[in-house]
Nanobody
């Protein structure tokens, strides 16, 4: 069974840090570009960060540049999102996403993990 399972979310005060993990099962992420998206209440889902399959290239939304870091450990079949200097506007459900384009598109979504930044 193919799954992406996020963990590490929770309640944190402004200025605090969290590290999200996304563990894949049922497939290996080696060939997949991996991304973190988020969706706040009443807003559309937006891209937070992504990382190339070999980890050589990363991209970030302007709103998180310099505060968030995406990384991957293909040996552990896991992707991470280190979030520092958190702000209330970072409050959202964070989703992991995997995509691989070969002869067809292979893509998977996780179920999401809640991040709440509040004092």
């Amino acid at each position: 069974q193919v799954q992406l399972v996020e963990s590490g979310g929770g309640l944190v005060q402004p200025g605090g840090s969290l590290r999200l993990s996304c563990a894949a099962s049922g497939f290996t992420i080696n060939n997949y570009a991996m991304s973190w998206y988020r969706q706040a209440p009443g807003k559309e889902r937006e891209l937070v960060a992504n990382i190339r399959s070999d980890g050589s290239i990363t991209n970030y939304a302007d709103s998180v540049k310099g505060r968030f870091t995406i990384s991957r450990d293909n040996n552990k079949n896991t992707v991470y999102l280190q979030m520092n200097s958190l702000k209330p506007e970072d409050t959202a459900v964070y989703y992991c996403y995997a995509i691989w384009r070969l002869l067809r598109v292979y893509e998977y979504w996780g179920q999401g993990t809640q991040v709440t930044v509040s004092s």
